[in-house]
Antibody, heavy 118, light 110 residues
Framework: QVQLVQSGSELKTPGASVKVSCKAS????????MNWVRQAPGQGLEWMGY????????TYAQGFAGRFVFSLDTSVSTAYLQVSSLKAEDTAVYYCARDVNMGALDYWGQGTLVTVSS | QSALTQPASISGSPGQSITISCTGTSSDVGRYNYVSWFQQHPGKAPKLMIYDVSNRPSGVSNRFSGSKSGNTASLTISGLQAEDESDYYCNSHTSSNTLVFGGGTKLTVL
């Protein structure tokens, strides 16, 4: 069965970096793009962008270029989200989600809570 | 890219039907038949309920249906049940080859 398993919660200080992993299983990893979605506490879903799992080409939503980097290790079917120069407002749950067609995000990771606090 | 517009909250009694709207523009909802709907219970990951405007993934109850007219997509839940109480989000593909989500709607089953 298809599964996306994300790394555990992180507590970081402002200015630090964090790398969240999303390990896929149960399907051909390169068959679908991987999307990242942010959800701040008590807020809605915000699309961050996606990475083409065939060629590794990322596409970032407005506001997520620069400090946010998507990457892959196809040898272990894993996608990564790295956030640098963390700010308090980056505190959120970050989800990876498989896209089967133009925003049909059919499988989601369990979410990774990143807390940024001094 | 501005978020799609959804009502903040909606309520209904068990057995009733409710409809949640999702309004975008001619660059997203109005241009493509690529609107999806997601259900999210507190503390859980979202679940895909409808894709491509009106298609249901395997395992999703046929009480959930989707439609679109112009720049507005809609999710209808018929025969409301207590377990349907949740947050609902729409998204759409856009002309910039991106995705945009709606702000979310909290459904209360009275």
């Amino acid at each position: 069965q298809v599964q996306l398993v994300q790394s555990g919660s992180e507590l970081k200080t402002p200015g630090a970096s964090v790398k969240v992993s999303c390990k896929a299983s149960g399907y051909t990893f390169t068959g679908h793009s991987m999307n990242w979605v942010r959800q701040a506490p008590g807020q809605g879903l915000e699309w961050m962008g996606y990475i083409n799992t065939i060629n590794g080409n990322p596409t970032y939503a407005q506001g997520f270029a620069g400090r946010f980097v998507f990457s892959l290790d196809t040898s272990v079917s894993t996608a990564y989200l790295q956030v640098s120069s963390l700010k308090a407002e980056d505190t959120a749950v970050y989800y990876c989600a498989r896209d089967v067609n133009m925003g049909a995000l059919d499988y989601w990771g369990q979410g990774t809570l990143v807390t940024v606090s001094s | 890219q501005s978020a799609l517009t959804q009502p903040a909250s909606i309520s209904g009694s068990p057995g009733q039907s409710i409809t949640i709207s999702c309004t975008g523009t001619s660059s997203d909802v109005g241009r493509y038949n690529y609107v999806s709907w997601f259900q999210q219970h507190p503390g859980k990951a979202p679940k895909l309920m409808i894709y491509d405007v009106s298609n249901r993934p395997s395992g999703v109850s046929n009480r959930f249906s989707g439609s679109k007219s112009g720049n507005t997509a809609s999710l209808t839940i018929s025969g409301l049940q207590a377990e349907d109480e949740s947050d609902y989000y729409c998204n759409s593909h856009t002309s910039s080859n991106t995705l945009v989500f709606g702000g979310g709607t909290k459904l209360t089953v009275l």
